[in-house]
């Protein structure tokens, strides 16, 4: 895998890390919101299947039936994101830093599978075998994204049901969502 590759890696980490502390966990409090839940479990899935390609990926070569497998994943990835497009905008308003957000990582990824899947399809025409690969920092920066991404998974599938009830009443204004009129808790 070339450092082209690697650095759209990290910088898709980068965007992803953004896009889910400053929009969904801060601005849009999604987690919060009962109606987000379907959104919410899509991105659960999504995170998890991140955690794999990001653990895999960054310290083996995978080869035969292993490679296609991680082709499927990939493929499966871009399923669910184009089913969160429409969640997304079937249950909520994005706002315009979020929506640009999301064009720019769907942009990335398509930069990344670009230059991924070949590598992946030579891969897939060795025998079936796992070797170790390291990509120097850049495998050490991919190492502890699998770990948020599993407790985002986790958090993101558990806190819409344990949040359905909480905090009734008047919200606490004090995000720039809520004085806009939006749901902030």
Not at 55 to 82: F, K, N, P, R
Request: with cysteine.
């Amino acid at each position: 895998m070339t450092p082209l590759l690697w650095i759209l890696v990290a910088i898709q980490i980068a965007m992803g890390a953004f896009d889910t502390f400053y929009h969904h966990e801060f601005t849009e409090r999604l987690a919060w919101r009962p109606s987000q839940r379907h959104e919410l479990q899509l991105h659960s899935v999504r995170n998890m299947l991140y955690a794999l390609l990001f653990l895999v990926l960054g310290w083996l070569e995978v080869h035969g039936i292993l490679a296609i497998a991680i082709m499927a994943v990939l493929v499966v990835e871009v399923v669910i994101t184009l089913m969160d497009f429409v969640e997304e905008d079937l249950s909520r308003k994005l706002p315009p830093s979020e929506r640009i957000n999301h064009t720019l990582l769907a942009i990335n990824y398509g930069a990344i599978l670009v230059l991924l899947v070949p590598v992946l399809i030579g891969w897939a025409m060795l025998p079936t075998a796992v070797a170790p690969a390291f990509a120097g920092l850049l495998s050490l920066f991919a190492t502890p994204r699998p770990l948020e991404l599993r407790y985002s998974a986790h958090e993101t599938l558990l806190r819409p049901r344990a949040s359905h009830g909480w905090r009734a009443g008047r919200p606490r204004r004090w995000s720039r969502s809520c004085q806009r009129g939006r749901p902030c808790w």
